[in-house]
């Protein structure tokens, strides 16, 4: 996901900043703690972070990519960089043992090495008493990477002796360029990345085909609310229910509803280039001058309670015949 240094500035600016700084005054800590949600590429810096690391022709904080340390980082073959991930459902005292083995022995082609554990989370109780102590007395030119989505579950003793770097969550438009570049058409990747702050599931929700169906019958079933023709109600019948079939499923329904009256506030406020569903943008501002603000954010309002009533396991037909009616008023 990450290829470069300046690639990652553009969403993890704070992150990029405080290594690149390290790098350059060869000051990097012997841990850090990459703490973050799914997706926002903790694991892709992390070897990133490695590359500098090893780079024979480092150019400032960028590794050169053409040398054989940075080749072997990139296929995965380094003999000095280990990654130690959760063996069923956690990391063992074994794996870590094994690793403080590896790290007594010299380096196989100089004398760095680095570590990277994944979901350090996960570790048991023993498994993260074993790396306390290997943290406790760091070798010189010895890095060790802890990735996590849940910090708070690690044991404080760890976390005191690692610098702490927080994730951000990624912003829609980043994700939605990632996709754009990618191949995947407008229209469906601005209303992925809003779905998710992790890439590569919106990646996948922007290729599926439910997906694409699922916008078609959100913009069906809003332009038949506006126009109050009273289809809306047999259309949740004939077709809304058969698509949205799960809870999870309309969940995803409702949210996409949400976007397009935020979509209609949006061209109230004067934002047009904020708009997701740019492809019918020319009906959202007739539909604009129709109704007030404080109307649109009834609507919106509204889905939301839909949203809460379906989590309370009311009946999701009678939920949405419900919202459609209300939709319909004013």
């Excluded at 850090?32 to 992390?46: A, Q």
């Excluded at 005292?93 to 996960?122: C, P, R, T, W």
């Excluded at 939605?176 to 601005?190: D, M, R, V, W, Y």
Aim: aromatic share 6%.
């Amino acid at each position: 996901m990450v290829k470069n240094w300046q690639e990652l500035a553009s969403y993890q600016p704070r992150v990029m900043k405080l290594l690149a700084n390290s790098i350059q005054k060869n000051r990097l800590a012997h841990a850090y703690l990459f703490e973050g949600k799914k997706g926002t590429g903790k694991k892709e810096i992390g070897f990133l972070l490695a590359k500098s690391f090893f780079c024979e022709n480092l150019q400032g904080f960028e590794p050169c990519e053409k040398c054989r340390n940075c080749k072997r980082i990139q296929s995965g073959n380094h003999p000095d960089v280990h990654l130690v991930e959760p063996d069923g459902l956690s990391i063992k005292k074994g794996q870590i043992q094994a690793l403080q083995e590896e790290f007594s022995k010299s380096g196989v082609e100089s004398n760095k090495k680095l570590y990277m554990i994944i979901h350090a989370d996960k570790m048991t109780v023993n498994a993260a008493n074993s790396l306390l102590k290997f943290l406790e007395e760091p070798n010189a030119n010895t890095i060790a990477l802890l990735i996590t989505e849940q910090y708070h579950r690690m044991l404080n003793t760890i976390l005191s002796r690692c610098q702490l770097l927080s994730f951000q969550p990624l912003q829609p438009k980043s994700i939605e360029e990632t996709l754009t570049q990618s191949g995947i058409p407008k229209q469906f990747a601005a209303l992925a990345s809003q779905l998710t702050n992790d890439k590569e599931a919106a990646m996948e929700i922007a290729q599926d085909d439910w997906f694409a169906q699922a916008r078609l019958k959100v913009i069906k079933l809003y332009e038949m609310v506006s126009d109050r023709n009273g289809q809306a109600p047999i259309f949740v019948h004939t077709e809304w229910m058969n698509h949205f079939n799960d809870k999870e499923k309309q969940e995803t329904g409702l949210d996409l509803l949400l976007y397009i009256y935020k979509d209609v506030l949006s061209v109230q406020l004067g934002i047009d280039e904020q708009v997701i569903f740019q492809d019918i943008i020319q009906q959202l501002k007739q539909h604009a001058l129709q109704m007030t603000q404080r109307s649109v954010t009834e609507k919106m309002t509204s889905i939301l309670e839909a949203k809460k009533r379906l989590h309370a396991n009311v009946s999701p037909q009678l939920m949405m015949e419900q919202l459609v009616l209300t939709l319909q008023e004013g």
